[in-house]
């Protein structure tokens, strides 16, 4: 605990919860017993004892997290936790952090929406990689689908074919009959047996395809944001389900309870953020230069995450290599099914919010 250079009060009452103090520190709520008044200058000196001190204590957080696997979570399990961050305020602060970056990079040079779009089956990358004769026989289809000549057209004139053919008001963004729920009331009126699902759906595409009067890629764009800003409310929720998998599949271990799988799943996930940014910076530094070396240096942070899953579950667990190995196999395959079924139910999330 950080002393400060403040005069201690000759009264034994602390200020914060008036219990009786015994020593410079309240034993009940821990505020040190000292005047109230203080200059900037002691306002100033307090604030950076207090960033030190934070950053201490967060290097070697950091630094046992990495280097020893499993370590963090069993000294919490022991109560030894002064000497390190919070799990939850770790959590916190790390995927705060790893979600500034990983936003900004998609922002920046992440997807491009433009360069997926599918025209007759092909991307408009795929497109732009064809050979002079491809290219002819492509377009020409093209203008036998929409009642034109057949001829192909030349690589400016297509480029106007895409443009108009994404930003034209009067197509729809998705193909449905109905031009407005007016009509699809009309309808539903008349006889038509859609259940409550069916009907909100089929309200909800109208809504898109009057939104966005066959923008795709402002359709696109939208949708592409609404998932990837949804990503850390899917990661949350999914570590107490984590945490719920390593307590079924470790239901023996009378030992561990629900909340210590919970603190194994957390320190599991700060390390994937740390690890995760080291990754995004060498695929930068990859941009740069391109060289193989730094290609196969990632292949193997990569690989690095799993090995170093197996290792914090055997340290932590303290079980033999081969039942670690079959444990760790069995919840990597329950936990990919749980995020399939978490990423689907976002998916329609951010669809209804679109």
């Not at 966005?212 to 592409?224: E, I, P, S, T, V």
């Not at 055997?314 to 749980?338: G, M, S």
């Amino acid at each position: 605990m950080l002393m400060s250079r403040l005069k201690e009060r000759q009264e034994k009452n602390c200020l914060n919860c008036q219990a009786e103090v015994q020593g410079r520190y309240c034993h009940v709520c821990g505020q040190e017993n000292i005047e109230p008044k203080e200059t900037v200058w002691h306002l100033i000196t307090h604030f950076f004892q207090d960033i030190t001190h934070f950053d201490g204590k967060f290097f070697s957080t950091v630094k046992y997290l990495v280097i020893k696997p499993g370590f963090l979570s069993t000294e919490y399990m022991a109560g030894r936790r002064a000497s390190y961050v919070n799990p939850i305020r770790m959590y916190i602060f790390t995927s705060a952090f790893f979600f500034l970056i990983f936003f900004t990079f998609f922002k920046s040079g992440g997807i491009d929406v433009r360069s997926e779009t599918t025209i007759n089956k092909k991307t408009l990358t795929q497109i732009a990689k064809m050979d002079s004769a491809s290219f002819a026989d492509f377009t020409t289809a093209i203008n036998l689908n929409d009642n034109k000549a057949g001829k192909p057209m030349t690589r400016a004139e297509f480029q106007v074919y895409v443009d108009t053919m994404l930003s034209s008001p009067n197509t729809n963004l998705i193909d449905i009959k109905y031009k407005s729920r007016q009509q699809y009331d009309s309808v539903l009126k008349a006889g038509k047996g859609d259940n409550w699902f069916e009907r909100t759906f089929t309200y909800k595409l109208i809504d898109i395809n009057n939104k966005y009067r066959g923008r795709k890629l402002d359709a696109f764009r939208d949708f592409k944001e609404l998932l990837l800003h949804s990503l850390p409310q899917l990661l949350f929720l999914s570590l107490p389900l984590l945490a719920l998998l390593l307590k079924l599949i470790y239901i023996r271990r009378k030992a561990f309870y629900y909340v210590s799988h919970g603190i194994f799943s957390l320190h599991l996930y700060i390390f994937l953020f740390i690890a995760l940014l080291v990754i995004f910076s060498v695929n930068s530094l990859n941009g740069m230069i391109n060289w193989w070396g730094i290609r196969l240096l990632i292949v193997f942070l990569y690989l690095g995450l799993f090995f170093y899953q197996y290792k914090a579950m055997r340290n932590f667990y303290k079980q033999r290599r081969a039942k670690t190995i079959f444990k760790f196999i069995l919840v990597n395959f329950l936990f990919l099914i749980v995020l399939s079924l978490l990423f689907t139910a976002f998916v329609f999330f951010s669809f209804f919010k679109l």
